[in-house]
């Protein structure tokens, strides 16, 4: 009865955490779209939130110094212009078109669009030696750039102008990812917790995919978004793509695990092997010298 309630109350608290993520993942969306409206200076909006969420780091990073009474990591101003510096920028400029593209383009196009950061999150992967050319990374390649061609294809709330600062955004948070996973795993810079799995227990892209399916049904019903069949369609064909490469991330991780749990397990029996063997022959000998004496 002990475990089955403690299991029931693990259930109950992801299932809570998920409700909060996809409640401020889908809000934080409708808000910008909001914002951008009632205050058509995206920019400076962009600006000060950024300025808001460097005070609340800020806050927590001396309340948290202030209960474990250790200090935290820091970087040198070299380090921080060198490998923080570029992923900040990047990050800055993904969110800053992203809330710009807002004024020309409806909810759906820029969910739709903003998917395709995958396709340059995989393809900086490569540049970078992150991950390996294979033939199940061209497929979904194919199916994310084909099904958003798709979806976009006589589009009729298409704008070109808000489509461009979307893409635009994706390729920088491409790269914006990208460094973003370089920097922290980095373990001379003292991060590596950071991307941690025993700090984070999910991975945002296996929730992207329900995630853009609640984002797109309620900017049909709330915003009065208009998608074709032939959008749909498209739509679908992305979220293979997107499908897949979550499943293949997965089946990886898997695989790395179970390699570094079998090489675990079998250096330790060897070590005690080897070490019973040389303190057996060394027993052998002490014998035989006795024997001879």
């Not at 609640?214 to 069949?229: E, K, N, Q």
Request: with cysteine; proline share 2%; charged share 15%.
């Amino acid at each position: 009865m002990g475990a089955g309630a403690a299991a029931l109350g693990r259930a109950a608290l992801a299932a809570a955490l998920v409700l909060l993520y996809y409640g401020f993942s889908i809000g934080i969306t409708f808000y910008n779209k909001w914002l951008v409206k009632s205050f058509p200076f995206p920019l400076l909006a962009t600006l000060l939130h950024l300025l808001l969420i460097f005070a609340l780091s800020a806050l927590f990073r001396a309340l948290a110094r202030c209960r474990s009474g250790r200090p935290r990591a820091t970087l040198s101003w070299a380090d921080c212009l060198r490998r923080a510096a570029p992923a900040a920028l990047s990050t800055s400029l993904d969110i800053g078109l992203s809330n710009w593209s807002f004024l020309y383009v409806t909810v759906s196009l820029y969910t739709m669009t903003k998917s395709s950061a995958i396709l340059f999150i995989l393809l900086f992967s490569l540049l970078f030696k992150l991950e390996e050319m294979r033939v199940a990374l061209v497929l979904v390649v194919l199916l994310i750039a084909g099904g958003l061609f798709m979806f976009t294809y006589k589009s009729t709330q298409f704008n070109t102008q808000g489509f461009m600062l979307v893409l635009c955004a994706s390729f920088l948070g491409g790269i914006r990812w990208t460094l973003t996973q370089i920097l922290m795993q980095k373990a001379e810079l003292g991060l590596p917790l950071s991307v941690s799995e025993k700090l984070f227990h999910f991975h945002e892209a296996g929730m992207l995919p329900c995630l853009e399916i609640c984002i797109l049904l309620l900017a049909t019903r709330l915003l009065g978004d208009h998608l074709s069949l032939l959008n749909w369609l498209g739509f679908a064909v992305c979220l293979s793509g997107i499908s897949l490469h979550v499943i293949l991330k997965a089946i990886n991780t898997k695989g790395e695990k179970t390699l570094n749990l079998n090489e675990e397990a079998s250096s330790d029996p060897d070590l005690e092997l080897l070490l019973h063997h040389t303190e057996h022959g060394e027993e052998e000998e002490d014998v035989e010298t006795i024997q001879q004496h």
